[in-house]
């Protein structure tokens, strides 16, 4: 078997949940809000260039039943799939924030009430719909069960930010997290995605020493895709965006996490596109196991692995980086036999 972070080259988040739970637990994704400040176009702004309709979250037929239902529904597919037996509702997609402060308490019960194998949440939002109410509904339901909010902040530079559309800058995103950290003790978490035209190796090595910085446990990586009716769409057509190639992407991806702290878990290392008839390009983000399949080929082939360069600041950060080292790296293997790049 091969050794490392349980036979992978970085931390995932499944082996974090273990660590935090003390067994295997799995997201249920269900969707309770169908809008965002973006899309509604407040205080001038627009819609983040690269969201779909379906609010950047991966659509399921679930999301048309009330929240019981979807959670019911979710539930009984993975138990019976994986033998699961404890779960996390991940309020994803659009903007879990942008709701009154009742009608976000009543979710949290209505989820807990679907029985004791409900052990927390996982809410998605942004760094720019936050508020104090917020932090005090986060904080009381954290002390009753789990609580982990992954803010997404996307990129930490503000001509990235700009080129999304996020309508809002770096600025904002590390004020958000320090106010979070100071005023709860729920999990953080943040989202990323590489592939702007301003991107470089050495900005992404930046950006993982900016999260070493920051109060969180865990980060989601999407590559930059250009799906229909989004705002990329026509910037594609006409040449003024292209997509970096899955070969780029890997790289970025290396770059990264041998340049993060080891305690920072990986959500997963690529978007996927689930709606096949939307994406438009790179063709590369349909094929979700290949992807990461391709990816972490790449991690084995370059020998790499999380915390490969990140300077430990801790004994115990020392000895986890030494321990993956000599537990032995995971085995390089022949190049992937699926042509993604
Ligand atoms: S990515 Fe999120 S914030 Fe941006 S338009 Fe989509 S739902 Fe709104």
């Not at 005090?136 to 954290?142: D, E």
């Not at 910085?213 to 040449?239: F, W």
């Not at 990816?295 to 990140?310: A, F, P, T, V």
Request: hydrophobic content about 35%; glycine content about 4%.
């Amino acid at each position: 078997m091969e050794k490392g972070w349980n036979g992978l080259p970085y931390y995932s988040i499944s082996d974090r949940y273990k660590n935090v739970f003390g067994a295997k637990v799995y997201k249920i994704p269900v969707a309770v809000v169908d809008d965002c400040p973006n899309r509604l176009g407040l205080k001038g702004m627009q819609t983040c260039s690269f969201c779909d309709v379906w609010g950047s979250a991966a659509r399921s037929e679930a999301f048309d039943l009330p929240l019981t239902g979807q959670i019911h529904k979710y539930r009984a597919h993975i138990k019976e799939k994986f033998k699961a037996s404890q779960f996390l509702v991940y309020f994803q997609a659009y903007t879990n924030s942008f709701a009154k402060i009742a009608d976000l308490e009543k979710n949290f019960e209505e989820a807990l009430a679907c029985g004791d194998d409900i052990s927390g949440f996982v809410i998605g939002t942004r760094p720019d719909c936050l508020s104090l109410s917020l932090f005090k509904l986060w904080q009381k339901y954290h002390e009753l069960k789990y609580v982990s909010v992954e803010l997404g902040l996307q990129s930490f530079f503000d001509d990235d930010l700009e080129f999304f559309r996020r309508g809002h800058k770096n600025a904002e995103s590390l004020h958000a997290l320090k106010r979070i950290k100071e005023l709860t003790s729920v999990d953080l978490g943040i989202h990323l995605i590489f592939g702007s035209p301003f991107e470089t190796d050495e900005r992404v090595k930046q950006s993982a020493l900016i999260c070493n910085d920051l109060p969180i446990t865990n980060v989601k990586l999407h590559n930059l895709h250009v799906l229909k009716n989004t705002a990329l769409e026509p910037l594609y057509h006409k040449s003024e965006f292209t997509p970096i190639s899955l070969e780029i992407y890997s790289r970025r991806v290396q770059i990264f996490l041998e340049n993060l702290r080891p305690d920072i878990a990986i959500h997963r290392l690529s978007a996927f596109s689930s709606r096949f008839d939307e994406l438009v390009a790179p063709s590369w983000t349909s094929n979700k196991m290949g992807t990461h399949q391709a990816i972490i080929d790449h991690l084995r082939r370059e020998s790499s692995y999380q915390s490969r360069y990140y300077q430990p600041k801790t004994d115990n950060e020392a000895l986890e980086i030494q321990k993956m080292a000599h537990q032995g790296l995971p085995k390089a293997r022949p190049e992937s036999s699926l042509n993604l790049l």
